[in-house]
């Protein structure tokens, strides 16, 4: 009798923690303790996530995350809740501003979310929805059966733009497949970590890429600093990247 009370009882608060999602997930429970654990999480507005209604390439779909109105910001988690892999992507901002932009792939019509984790260890959530026809995630890269693609695998080109106080934007791409593992046949192989370091060597930022970021990724940041930039990074196979971009 008690164990049915439970379940009665649990099947009513499921619903009402379900309702406080402003995406209403069928997911989000689930989602929040598998990508944010059991640290203090918020719904808030000054976390905005801004894409498409409507994907035109599943396997591409722009993404801008912007943070600004947070202060003492340690760590961004991107991740979609439908997609077979959900995590898209971790970013310690460091020596960067407020702003994050890059493509993904989304398997089905999804929210996108950003959680913004501060010092004091709250998740800060936003997030939208994304309509999508679907198969973003598990049809096979362009470059993965491409011979001569494959001898540029790792070329980086990258710009930076200057902004006001000091600061400027940088743009950047790697040439990889960023295979899923989910096509037939075809192995994950993927850019697994990327940083940003000032002509001295210092850390600016630092990234950890996972399956769902579009094949040839492009990354846009916000840097809080002006100068020539390295780049440095793995794939999963252990291929080095490493490039230097001067404004």
Request: hydrophobic residues 45%.
């Given at each position: 009798?008690?164990?049915?009370?439970?379940?009665?009882?649990?099947?009513?608060?499921?619903?009402?923690?379900?309702?406080?999602?402003?995406?209403?997930?069928?997911?989000?429970?689930?989602?929040r303790?598998?990508?944010?654990?059991?640290?203090?999480?918020?719904?808030?507005?000054?976390?905005?996530?801004?894409?498409p209604?409507?994907?035109?390439?599943?396997?591409?779909?722009?993404?801008?995350?912007?943070?600004?109105?947070?202060?003492?910001?340690?760590?961004?988690r991107?991740f979609?809740?439908?997609?077979?892999?959900?995590?898209?992507?971790?970013?310690?901002?460091?020596?960067?501003?407020?702003?994050?932009?890059?493509?993904?792939?989304?398997?089905?019509s999804?929210?996108?979310?950003?959680?913004?984790?501060?010092?004091?260890?709250?998740?800060?959530?936003?997030?939208?929805?994304?309509?999508?026809?679907?198969?973003?995630?598990?049809?096979?890269?362009?470059?993965?059966?491409?011979a001569?693609?494959?001898?540029?695998l790792?070329?980086?080109?990258?710009?930076l733009?200057?902004?006001?106080?000091?600061?400027?934007?940088l743009?950047?791409?790697?040439?990889?497949?960023?295979?899923?593992?989910?096509?037939?046949?075809?192995?994950?192989?993927?850019?697994?970590?990327?940083?940003?370091?000032?002509?001295?060597?210092?850390?600016?930022?630092?990234?950890?890429?996972?399956?769902?970021?579009?094949?040839?990724?492009?990354?846009?940041?916000?840097?809080?600093?002006?100068?020539?930039?390295?780049?440095?990074?793995?794939?999963?196979?252990?291929?080095?990247?490493?490039?230097?971009?001067?404004?």
């Amino acid at each position: 009798m008690r164990t049915l009370l439970l379940l009665c009882l649990l099947g009513q608060l499921l619903p009402a923690l379900a309702a406080d999602d402003p995406l209403r997930s069928p997911l989000w429970n689930g989602m929040r303790q598998r990508m944010l654990g059991s640290e203090a999480v918020v719904f808030d507005a000054r976390v905005q996530v801004a894409m498409p209604h409507s994907a035109e390439d599943p396997m591409a779909v722009p993404v801008e995350v912007r943070f600004d109105g947070l202060a003492d910001v340690d760590q961004v988690r991107v991740f979609a809740d439908l997609n077979p892999i959900p995590q898209v992507l971790d970013y310690w901002p460091g020596r960067a501003g407020g702003a994050l932009a890059l493509r993904i792939k989304v398997e089905q019509s999804t929210p996108v979310r950003a959680a913004v984790r501060t010092r004091g260890g709250t998740w800060h959530v936003g997030g939208a929805w994304v309509a999508a026809a679907g198969g973003g995630c598990t049809m096979p890269s362009q470059g993965s059966g491409n011979a001569a693609w494959q001898e540029r695998l790792g070329e980086v080109s990258a710009r930076l733009w200057p902004r006001p106080a000091g600061a400027s934007r940088l743009r950047l791409r790697v040439v990889h497949p960023m295979d899923t593992g989910l096509a037939g046949g075809i192995p994950v192989f993927h850019v697994d970590r990327l940083a940003l370091r000032d002509a001295a060597g210092q850390e600016l930022v630092r990234l950890q890429l996972h399956e769902p970021v579009a094949e040839n990724p492009m990354l846009s940041v916000d840097l809080q600093y002006r100068g020539a930039v390295r780049i440095e990074g793995r794939d999963t196979q252990g291929n080095r990247i490493a490039a230097q971009v001067v404004p």
